[in-house]
């Protein structure tokens, strides 16, 4: 699933950057990333494009394949990962893998980042960078009602179902209010747990339904983690062709204060009321709808259908990685 890429000249390498990231510093993330980059490649092979609006990163990596670059490093969060992949999925000039991506986390979400041990500093993030060990990880497809159509996206790591875009929603409410820090996320998961309402909800798993029941939230990925750290999906494997999922039955809220821990450390699933599956089709069905975040951005909702595409992104990510 992994190569080394022998050649580091001859690099012709799009920097797409969020100059929001990190309450606002994204724009001097990215001089300094961009001067660490030019040392390396030369400044005529490194063009730095900041993003202007939500979903810009998706038509600049759209384009950036076009253009024939054959790099393309996001600087940001979780977000611009995302977009970036959705960018090679739309494009038709060239197949998804041809391009190698890279990312620099500036960003409040990066557990992408933290699959792969891709270092949080820029001068380790771009050292890995340089080594060019690549890895291909599957992508998942995930088909979503909004506004009453059919719509497509694509995941890079972590869809959250039900509860998990409740507390997405009042994260995003608290900063669009210019509230910022760490416990944000924290305290969006207190507030939303005190008003989300368990749904009736169906899950098929590769044509079989599984669970037919209340539930509070479901977890599908091909990543460990996702808000901010939590290991919903301990067991996942980047590259199996293969979906985890963890579906998650009603708590009360001290069954989950007790149990909190094993969010962390990857223990979850010696809870009682966590099932955890694998397949490479799902279907879930609920009543009523409920929403689905990907990959920490909130899309529409149910029903869902998601889809695995294996090993179709060429990723960077760190040597230690792949010895593990």
């Not at 409040?108 to 792969?116: A, E, K, P, S, Y």
């Not at 094993?262 to 694998?278: A, E, T």
Request: aromatic share 10%.
């Amino acid at each position: 699933a992994s190569e080394r890429n022998m050649s580091t000249s001859n690099r012709n390498v799009l920097l797409i950057a969020n100059p929001a990231a990190q309450r606002g510093h994204g724009a001097e993330a990215a001089r300094i990333a961009h001067d660490l980059l030019c040392e390396w490649v030369g400044d005529e092979a490194v063009t730095l494009a900041m993003t202007d609006f939500a979903g810009h990163a998706v038509e600049l990596a759209a384009e950036a394949s076009s253009e024939r670059y054959d790099t393309v490093i996001a600087l940001g969060g979780d977000g611009i990962v995302h977009e970036v992949v959705n960018g090679l999925f739309i494009q038709k000039s060239v197949e998804p893998s041809e391009v190698t991506i890279a990312v620099i986390a500036v960003g409040t979400g990066n557990d992408w980042i933290r699959m792969f041990g891709i270092p949080t500093r820029y001068s380790e993030a771009i050292r890995a960078i340089k080594e060019g060990y690549t890895f291909l990880q599957d992508i998942g497809e995930v088909h979503y009602e909004q506004s009453q159509f059919r719509q497509v996206r694509y995941m890079a790591n972590v869809s959250g179902v039900g509860f998990d875009p409740s507390v997405t929603k009042i994260y995003e409410h608290y900063k669009a209010l210019g509230k910022r820090g760490k416990h944000l996320y924290a305290q969006g998961c207190v507030k939303s747990f005190l008003s989300y309402k368990s749904t009736g909800v169906k899950v098929w798993i590769d044509d079989e339904l599984v669970h037919k029941d209340l539930l509070f939230s479901a977890a599908v990925g091909i990543g460990k983690y996702n808000g901010g750290g939590t290991q919903q999906l301990p067991l996942a494997v980047a590259d199996d062709g293969l979906f985890d999922i963890t579906l998650i039955r009603p708590m009360y809220w001290w069954q989950i204060l007790f149990r909190l821990r094993r969010l962390f450390n990857g223990d979850i699933y010696s809870i009682g009321h966590v099932k955890h599956y694998r397949g490479s089709h799902i279907r879930i069905e609920s009543t009523p709808d409920i929403m689905v975040e990907v990959d920490g951005e909130l899309l529409g909702g149910t029903p869902l259908e998601f889809k695995i595409h294996p090993r179709c992104v060429r990723v960077i990510v760190n040597k230690d990685y792949l010895e593990n």
